[in-house]
């Protein structure tokens, strides 16, 4: 059987415009994709809890109320507590470009803003997920 | 490979466990050793199966229910298994959304899992995904499945304890019939059960168990729970129901019958399984099959014959000795 | 709308025109596309005749503007009487800094105030706690408690501006500390106008800030709606919105159907609670989006003011006209903003503003160009209610009522998004109604399969936008976007901690422990939240006892 990627979608925090969220899960899975779709209102823990579970190559953070900087990095440095350096993190929503290069040192593995083609998403998980 | 996937496990590392069940998933070598590893360790935990139709709350259901288990300090799996999709492979998963609550109790350990079309059957993949569960301390394992498909069913297979969930309101006794659920299930879930109907779709159930009582002498006769599992009502009630249905198990020695007929039959799938798959990879390399079924098609050779003749020549091949003499050697 | 003897002529000249000159043209030029769709995906002719609005009765369908069913607009002078509400959502960092927003912006000539609430405060939640991490002030002002909202409408006073609180499974709480604050000023309940909205079926459906279960979350929809018909007979008690189900990504019809839908599960709720239909019907409001297709948007609000009409007055036996107006807001479309190219957007709001008034609508709140990008500026907020201003008092969109009546394609789409709605309702009924339909996915399987046709049809290039998949460019990254202070959060929470300490807790307590047994019986429990909030209760603490008493919602998801 041939091995899948399996990705675990997330939205962090109290927004619950998920429609960018759900779209991008049944892209990813139409991709042949394993999606995991945890829901609105997780906690950072909850998030990483679920990533560690379900053995997941990628884990998507969508967030639209401006609280990337506070949440992406929390999610990163919970993964590196556990050892799962080898996730790939990606995350999209309302961040402004300013913020970039911030959420990639803090080690998302890349930024998605508004009107991002989910082809250049899928593609970019699919030539940047880790072998297990 | 240097870290050691089963001596982790059996420690209660829920990566480590997560690992092997996505090699299991890929049916990847790899899982086959930490498998023999952990097989001594597993028989432990008690499986319960939840099934029904769509819509018919089984998530939020299961989420519930082990809510009432974690009370008694029992440690708990969850598998929730969805359809993969036939066209394009991948799945959606959605079931963690209502177990949300759940999520960072480190004594739950939730996995979605896709039904993907597994060579060994869906029922071996998830009795295997059970037995790491079950390794890695799980006191109760919950599998949550649509109950629609064989699949599904034969899931179902692999619990002590079946609960069928259905909804008023849906038709749904009369569908579940039809797909020969009722007759596996051990506890009824009446679920939603504030919405209209349910008294009827009670007495519904009921007079089905009455008739089928009169057919066939039964130690156990279903109880049907009611219960409303947004509002975590009746819960208390189905895990009673659950817990009787194994004291019953265990009091009247189905318990072991069970497991020894279905660990049988577990062992038995696995053997056809990897003869199956070695003798296939053989013919394929070699060029035997396609020869084979140009024959056929000619009718200048017929199945029963080629069946006969390559259990044969294989049985007798030097390839078949090999195996057996690695096997006794390791 | 003509005679037979008209359409027939009009049928052969037009077949005429088809054989003749059109033919001819097509043969030479073939048109650009096979078909054309709105952005809602309908089909669009190319020509609409008399032929098309055949079955179109001017009396029966479209009638006087103030009059039924109220195609044409409800009030009989619409704009030449007074314009719409200008009324920009506003909110931001803590209660200061919004009141400083607030005041300039009625300085500029805004017209009503609209509250943008942090999201702590709408799932229910003080700024303090663990889920609010991250999240205070961002998107909107954090309001923990009554000291916060006397803050927020210091120099304000609340019979001179009417004020739309965007607030939904709290909705009574924030109404309560509005109320208190009226009373501070000695401004009496019958002169406090307003919007709550109040709307927990669509947080469900498509927003996400719901608490409770529907069931419990609904009745205390009704307490408000209840308690406001007797005390507040100027208050808005609730705004059914369809604007969350369009940003989610449903079509126009969509939109105006699910809001009905909507609309209809709370009327039956209100007269399932005991209240005469035109007791509380007048004070039904609602709130849709507006799109940058001008003339679909049109037809839109059309079509749901008479379909409106037509279901107070059938279904719910409504005897007063103003049970049966479908009064509403509008709120340009936030997701038709793009990061890219950000100052197309202020192109894209005027021509929804103008849609928005072609429309008939009677507030409106015009997005600013950077909203795709971050929370507005002051510049970018300017800009927006300056659109507004030029639609009114300068396009003369608002010279004469309803102007777009009697066009062939806008009579013909609204007679089309009318009937897709009756399919809509029909099939909603037939399911058990709304809360039904809503319980099994319907509604949020409609919506997210129009978001996914869109979103394709956007990467394949088929539909185009400008500055995404068409006339794109490099671009500098943007600047001087606005920043809320981190700190808000750290501020905040200090501040909570002395001031639950410092309130009077006997008397706090007893407040709870009265809003706690009322919250258990049948009792309307808004007079019980007013005193709760006024004895120092903060939103946290009163959401926490109706958490206990009905539990939390778990959404069932649909992807």
Same mark, same amino acid.
């Not at chain 3, 952005?39 to 609409?48: C, H, K, N």
């Given at each position: 059987?041939?091995?899948? =990627?399996?990705?675990?979608?997330a939205?962090?925090?109290?927004d619950g415009?998920?429609?960018?969220?759900?779209?991008l899960?049944?892209i990813?899975?139409e991709?042949?994709m %394993?999606?995991?779709?945890?829901g609105?209102?997780?906690t950072? %823990? $909850?998030?990483?809890?679920?990533a560690?579970?379900?053995?997941?190559d990628?884990?998507?953070?969508?967030?639209?109320?401006g609280?990337?900087n506070y949440?992406f990095p929390?999610?990163?440095?919970? $993964?590196?507590?556990?050892?799962?350096?080898?996730?790939?993190?990606?995350g999209?929503g =309302? =961040?402004?470009e300013?913020?970039?290069?911030?959420?990639?040192?803090?080690?998302?593995?890349?930024?998605f803003?508004?009107?991002?083609?989910?082809?250049e998403?899928?593609?970019?998980?699919?030539?940047?997920?880790?072998?297990r | 490979m240097?870290?050691?996937?089963?001596a982790?496990?059996?420690?209660?590392?829920?990566?480590?466990?997560?690992?092997?069940?996505?090699?299991?998933?890929d049916?990847?070598?790899?899982?086959?050793?930490?498998?023999?590893?952990?097989?001594?360790?597993?028989?432990?935990a008690?499986?319960?199966?939840?099934t029904?139709?769509p819509g018919?709350?089984?998530?939020?259901?299961?989420?519930a229910?082990t809510?009432?288990?974690?009370k008694s300090?029992?440690k708990v799996g969850?598998?929730?298994?969805d359809?993969?999709s036939?066209?394009?492979?991948?799945?959606?998963?959605?079931?963690?959304?209502?177990m949300?609550?759940?999520?960072d109790?480190?004594?739950?350990?939730?996995?979605?899992?896709?039904t993907?079309?597994?060579?060994?059957?869906?029922?071996?993949?998830?009795?295997?995904?059970?037995?790491?569960?079950?390794a890695?301390?799980?006191?109760?394992?919950?599998?949550?499945?649509?109950?629609v498909?064989?699949?599904?069913?034969?899931?179902?297979?692999?619990?002590?304890?079946t609960?069928?969930?259905?909804?008023?309101?849906?038709?749904?006794?009369?569908?579940?019939?039809?797909?020969?659920?009722?007759?596996?299930?051990?506890?009824f879930?009446?679920?939603k059960?504030?919405h209209?109907?349910s008294?009827?779709?009670c007495?519904?159930?009921?007079?089905?168990?009455?008739m089928?009582?009169?057919?066939?002498?039964r130690?156990?006769?279903?109880p049907?729970?009611?219960?409303?599992?947004?509002?975590?009502?009746?819960?208390?009630?189905?895990?009673l129901?659950?817990?009787?249905?194994?004291?019953?198990?265990l009091d009247?020695?189905r318990?072991?019958?069970?497991?020894?007929?279905?660990?049988s039959?577990?062992?038995?799938?696995m053997?056809?399984?990897?003869?199956?798959?070695?003798v296939?990879?053989q013919?394929e390399?070699?060029?035997r099959?396609?020869?084979?079924v140009?024959?056929?098609?000619?009718r200048?050779?017929?199945?029963?014959?080629?069946?006969r003749?390559?259990?044969?020549?294989?049985?007798?091949?030097?390839?078949?000795?090999?195996?057996?003499?690695?096997d006794?050697?390791? | 709308?003509?005679e037979?003897?008209v359409?027939?002529?009009i049928?052969?000249?037009?077949?005429?025109?088809?054989?003749?000159?059109?033919?001819k043209?097509?043969?030479?030029s073939p048109?650009?596309?096979?078909?054309?769709t709105?952005?809602?995906g309908?089909?669009?002719?190319?020509?609409?005749?008399?032929?098309?609005?055949?079955?179109v009765?001017?009396d029966?369908?479209?009638g006087?503007?103030?009059?039924?069913?109220?195609?044409?607009?409800?009030?009989p002078?619409?704009?030449?009487?007074?314009?719409w509400?200008?009324r920009?959502?506003?909110?931001?960092?803590d209660?200061?800094?919004?009141?400083?927003?607030?005041?300039?912006?009625?300085?500029q000539g805004?017209?009503?105030?609209s509250v943008?609430?942090?999201?702590?405060?709408?799932?229910?939640?003080?700024?303090?706690?663990?889920l609010?991490?991250?999240e205070v002030?961002?998107?909107?002002?954090?309001?923990?408690?009554?000291d916060?909202?006397?803050?927020?409408?210091d120099?304000?006073p609340?019979d001179?501006?009417?004020t739309?609180?965007?607030?939904n499974?709290?909705?009574?709480?924030?109404?309560?500390?509005?109320?208190a604050?009226?009373? !501070?000023?000695?401004?009496?309940?019958e002169?406090?106008?307003?919007?709550?909205?109040n709307?927990?079926?669509?947080?469900?459906?498509?927003?996400g800030?719901?608490?409770?279960?529907?069931?419990?979350?609904m009745?205390l929809t009704?307490?408000?709606i209840?308690?406001?018909q007797?005390?507040?007979?100027?208050?808005?008690?609730?705004?059914?919105?369809?604007y969350?189900?369009? !940003?989610?990504?449903?079509?126009?019809a969509?939109?105006?159907?699910f809001?009905?839908?909507?609309?209809?599960?709370?009327?039956q709720?209100?007269?399932?609670?005991?209240m005469d239909?035109?007791s509380?019907?007048?004070?039904?409001?609602?709130?849709f989006?507006?799109?940058?297709?001008?003339?679909?948007?049109?037809a839109?609000f059309?079509?749901?003011?008479?379909?409106?009409?037509?279901?107070m007055?059938?279904r719910f036996?409504?005897?007063?006209?103003?049970s049966?107006m479908?009064?509403?807001?509008?709120?340009?479309?936030?997701?038709t903003?793009?990061?890219?190219?950000?100052l197309?957007n202020?192109?894209?709001?005027?021509l929804?503003?103008?849609?928005?008034?072609?429309?008939g609508a009677?507030?409106?709140h015009?997005?600013?160009?950077d909203?795709?990008?971050c929370?507005?500026?002051?510049?970018?907020?300017?800009?927006?209610?300056r659109?507004?201003?030029?639609?009114?008092?300068?396009?003369?969109?608002?010279d004469t009522?309803?102007?777009l009546?009697?066009?062939?394609?806008?009579?013909?789409?609204?007679?089309?998004?009318?009937a897709?709605?009756?399919e809509?309702?029909?099939?909603?009924?037939?399911?058990?109604?709304?809360?039904?339909?809503?319980?099994q996915?319907?509604?949020?399987?409609?919506?997210?399969?129009?978001?996914y046709r869109f979103?394709?049809?956007?990467?394949?290039?088929?539909?185009?936008?400008v500055?995404i998949?068409?006339?794109?460019?490099?671009?500098?990254p943007?600047?001087?976007?606005?920043?809320?202070d981190?700190?808000?959060?750290q501020?905040?929470?200090a501040?909570?901690?002395?001031?639950?300490?410092r309130?009077?807790?006997?008397?706090?307590?007893?407040?709870?422990d009265?809003?706690?047994?009322v919250?258990?019986?049948? !009792?309307?429990?808004?007079?019980?939240?007013?005193e709760?909030?006024?004895a120092?209760?903060?939103?946290?603490?009163?959401?926490?006892?109706?958490?206990?008493?009905?539990?939390?919602?778990r959404?069932k998801?649909?992807?």
């Amino acid at each position: 059987m041939a091995r899948k =990627i399996k990705m675990i979608m997330a939205k962090p925090g109290l927004d619950g415009h998920d429609r960018g969220a759900k779209l991008l899960a049944r892209i990813c899975a139409e991709a042949g994709m %394993e999606v995991v779709y945890t829901g609105l209102r997780q906690t950072p %823990e $909850m998030i990483v809890a679920a990533a560690e579970q379900e053995d997941a190559d990628v884990v998507g953070l969508s967030s639209l109320s401006g609280v990337h900087n506070y949440f992406f990095p929390r999610v990163v440095e919970l $993964m590196k507590q556990k050892g799962m350096e080898d996730v790939l993190l990606v995350g999209g929503g =309302i =961040i402004p470009e300013e913020d970039y290069d911030f959420l990639k040192k803090s080690g998302m593995g890349a930024i998605f803003g508004p009107g991002t083609p989910t082809t250049e998403i899928v593609e970019f998980i699919q030539a940047n997920v880790r072998q297990r | 490979m240097s870290v050691d996937y089963a001596a982790q496990i059996l420690e209660g590392s829920h990566r480590a466990a997560a690992r092997l069940i996505s090699w299991l998933e890929d049916e990847d070598e790899r899982a086959y050793e930490c498998m023999r590893k952990l097989y001594p360790h597993t028989g432990r935990a008690y499986v319960v199966g939840i099934t029904g139709s769509p819509g018919a709350g089984k998530s939020t259901l299961t989420t519930a229910l082990t809510r009432v288990i974690r009370k008694s300090g029992l440690k708990v799996g969850i598998i929730a298994v969805d359809p993969s999709s036939p066209f394009t492979g991948g799945a959606l998963l959605g079931d963690r959304v209502r177990m949300s609550e759940l999520a960072d109790d480190p004594d739950i350990y939730i996995r979605s899992m896709a039904t993907r079309g597994f060579l060994g059957g869906m029922a071996k993949a998830a009795a295997d995904v059970v037995r790491v569960l079950d390794a890695l301390g799980k006191d109760v394992i919950v599998i949550e499945t649509v109950g629609v498909g064989q699949d599904e069913v034969d899931i179902v297979g692999v619990a002590d304890t079946t609960c069928v969930v259905m909804v008023p309101g849906l038709g749904d006794a009369i569908q579940s019939m039809k797909a020969g659920i009722m007759e596996i299930a051990d506890v009824f879930v009446i679920n939603k059960a504030d919405h209209p109907g349910s008294d009827m779709l009670c007495a519904e159930i009921c007079a089905r168990l009455d008739m089928d009582a009169q057919l066939r002498e039964r130690g156990w006769v279903a109880p049907v729970n009611k219960t409303v599992a947004v509002e975590g009502v009746g819960l208390d009630e189905m895990w009673l129901s659950i817990e009787s249905h194994r004291k019953y198990l265990l009091d009247s020695g189905r318990f072991y019958d069970n497991r020894r007929e279905r660990i049988s039959r577990e062992a038995l799938r696995m053997i056809h399984g990897e003869l199956f798959r070695v003798v296939r990879e053989q013919l394929e390399q070699n060029g035997r099959l396609d020869a084979a079924v140009e024959q056929l098609m000619n009718r200048k050779l017929d199945p029963y014959t080629l069946m006969r003749d390559i259990v044969t020549d294989w049985l007798s091949s030097s390839q078949c000795k090999r195996r057996r003499d690695e096997d006794t050697q390791s | 709308m003509f005679e037979d003897k008209v359409l027939k002529k009009i049928k052969a000249d037009k077949e005429k025109w088809e054989r003749g000159p059109l033919a001819k043209s097509l043969s030479k030029s073939p048109e650009a596309k096979p078909v054309f769709t709105t952005i809602s995906g309908a089909p669009v002719e190319r020509l609409y005749t008399p032929l098309d609005v055949d079955d179109v009765d001017y009396d029966r369908d479209l009638g006087y503007p103030g009059t039924f069913p109220f195609t044409r607009g409800v009030q009989p002078t619409m704009y030449r009487g007074r314009y719409w509400t200008m009324r920009q959502y506003a909110g931001f960092g803590d209660a200061k800094s919004t009141n400083e927003r607030y005041r300039y912006l009625l300085e500029q000539g805004q017209t009503g105030l609209s509250v943008a609430f942090h999201l702590p405060t709408q799932a229910g939640y003080d700024s303090d706690h663990p889920l609010s991490m991250g999240e205070v002030g961002k998107v909107g002002v954090a309001i923990d408690h009554i000291d916060d909202m006397r803050v927020l409408f210091d120099r304000i006073p609340l019979d001179k501006v009417t004020t739309s609180m965007t607030m939904n499974a709290p909705a009574s709480v924030l109404l309560a500390m509005y109320l208190a604050i009226a009373k !501070e000023q000695e401004v009496p309940w019958e002169k406090v106008g307003g919007t709550v909205q109040n709307d927990v079926l669509k947080e469900i459906i498509c927003r996400g800030q719901y608490i409770y279960p529907p069931r419990h979350s609904m009745r205390l929809t009704v307490d408000l709606i209840e308690f406001c018909q007797k005390y507040v007979p100027k208050w808005n008690s609730i705004s059914i919105s369809g604007y969350h189900i369009r !940003e989610a990504g449903s079509t126009a019809a969509q939109e105006m159907a699910f809001t009905i839908a909507d609309g209809i599960a709370y009327t039956q709720a209100c007269i399932e609670r005991g209240m005469d239909v035109d007791s509380f019907a007048p004070r039904l409001s609602f709130f849709f989006n507006a799109f940058t297709n001008v003339l679909e948007e049109v037809a839109k609000f059309r079509a749901g003011r008479r379909y409106w009409a037509k279901v107070m007055l059938d279904r719910f036996k409504a005897k007063d006209p103003r049970s049966m107006m479908l009064r509403f807001h509008v709120q340009t479309g936030g997701v038709t903003l793009t990061a890219q190219q950000p100052l197309n957007n202020i192109i894209r709001v005027a021509l929804q503003t103008y849609a928005t008034a072609l429309g008939g609508a009677q507030s409106l709140h015009t997005n600013s160009y950077d909203e795709a990008l971050c929370l507005p500026t002051q510049q970018a907020v300017t800009v927006a209610l300056r659109t507004q201003q030029i639609v009114a008092e300068e396009s003369g969109a608002t010279d004469t009522i309803d102007p777009l009546a009697g066009s062939y394609y806008v009579e013909s789409m609204t007679d089309r998004i009318e009937a897709e709605v009756d399919e809509y309702i029909k099939k909603i009924d037939a399911m058990g109604g709304t809360l039904a339909a809503i319980e099994q996915g319907f509604i949020q399987k409609e919506i997210q399969n129009s978001a996914y046709r869109f979103q394709k049809e956007i990467e394949s290039g088929e539909r185009v936008y400008v500055g995404i998949n068409k006339y794109t460019m490099e671009e500098p990254p943007p600047s001087g976007l606005l920043k809320v202070d981190m700190s808000v959060g750290q501020k905040k929470a200090a501040e909570l901690a002395e001031y639950r300490a410092r309130r009077d807790q006997a008397k706090w307590k007893a407040a709870l422990d009265k809003l706690r047994e009322v919250s258990s019986t049948d !009792e309307n429990v808004m007079p019980y939240v007013i005193e709760a909030v006024t004895a120092k209760a903060t939103v946290g603490e009163i959401c926490d006892v109706w958490r206990d008493i009905f539990g939390e919602y778990r959404p069932k998801e649909y992807v």
